[in-house]
Nanobody
Framework: QVRLVESGGGLVQAGGSLRLSCTAS?????????MSWYRQAPGKQREVVAS?????????YYSTSVRGRFTISRDNAKKEVYLQMNSLKVEDTAVYYC?????WGQGTPVTVSS
């Protein structure tokens, strides 16, 4: 059974940084799965934040709201995906989810204070 577990969320001041991690289990071939980070802010719909392709993960996708501040990466040997978040803004406050094509993690909350 595929399982995704996020960690690294928390409370940070605006302008600060956080690094989210996602540990995958149950994948037959993790390296062949594209992976994404989504987020859901209070009262808003879930939105994709960043995506990374299978394999080495070249040409990642970023939403316009985070491009230039967030970096997605992966370590296939560890079956992990990361989201480095820099220059955080109050509007980045949300629950962040690690997502594979068929599975969602439970989410990790990120709160950015002014």
């Amino acid at each position: 059974q595929v399982r995704l577990v996020e960690s690294g969320g928390g409370l940070v001041q605006a302008g600060g940084s956080l690094r989210l991690s996602c540990t995958a289990s149950g994948f037959a071939l993790f390296s062949r799965s594209s992976m994404s980070w989504y987020r859901q802010a209070p009262g808003k719909q879930r939105e994709v934040v960043a995506s990374i392709s299978s394999g080495s993960g070249g040409s990642p996708y970023y939403s316009t709201s985070v491009r230039g501040r967030f970096t997605i990466s992966r370590d296939n040997a560890k079956k992990e995906v990361y989201l480095q978040m820099n220059s955080l803004k109050v509007e980045d406050t949300a629950v962040y989810y690690c997502v594979s094509p068929n599975t969602w993690g439970q989410g990790t909350p990120v709160t950015v204070s002014s």
